[in-house]
């Protein structure tokens, strides 16, 4: 395992494990407060965010920030990262073998972050850390604990530009998360 951001973050940047870093323009590690107390995990870059080298700076990025406002949240007050560093083709899903090559980076990270809670950005993100067997519709919303960190899967932001009832419900999490950040 890696001791220190330098290691993990290098090791990411030089990574050939899977097919995905064929086609990337840029790693996209993770950016935010590195001793945040709440940490977003999403599924994958897109395209703005391969561009960039910087995850959820597209449309969907955007939307989360507008929500992180509205409940008093900052962007830099957060750690957000992804299950992948690179950007699968055509914004497709992670396959399963794409997710297993990275994950070592991303336990990386959730050990040096260290943080309260973990908020899980949809299907991808939550069947990869909790278990294929959870599907984001009946889990959205409810609390999970692994490792003793609280664990909150939500709709990615993506799904709330596709479809806008999906909204009040990221929306709910988002306090959910903002008042078990208060009590802990």
């Known amino acids: 395992m890696y001791e220190n951001w330098e290691e993990v973050e290098d090791a990411c940047k030089n990574c050939n494990k899977c097919r995905l870093c064929n086609e990337r323009k840029n790693v996209v590690f993770g950016i935010g407060n590195k001793n945040a107390k709440v940490m977003f995990i999403g599924e994958g870059p897109g395209a703005d965010e391969d561009i960039q080298g910087i995850p959820f ?103 709330l530009l596709r479809d806008d009832t999906k909204k009040i419900y990221f929306w709910q999490d988002l306090k959910k998360i903002r008042n078990k950040k208060e009590e802990i």
């Not at 991303?106 to 809670?117: T, Y």
């Not at 960190?149 to 932001?157: G, N, S, V, Y």
């Open 57 to 159: 700076v597209g449309k969907a990025g955007q939307l989360m920030n507008k929500a992180f406002e509205g409940i008093g949240l900052k962007r830099d007050d957060v750690y957000i990262t992804n299950i992948v560093k690179c950007r699968p083709p055509k914004n497709r899903n992670p396959e399963r073998d794409e997710a297993e090559a990275c994950i070592e980076y991303l336990e990386a990270q959730i050990k040096l972050v260290n943080p309260d809670i973990i908020v899980l950005l949809g299907s991808v993100a939550l069947k990869n850390i909790l278990g294929i067997e959870y599907g984001i519709t009946a889990s959205r919303g409810k609390w999970f604990e692994k490792d003793g960190i609280k664990i909150l899967p939500t709709f990615h932001p993506a799904a």
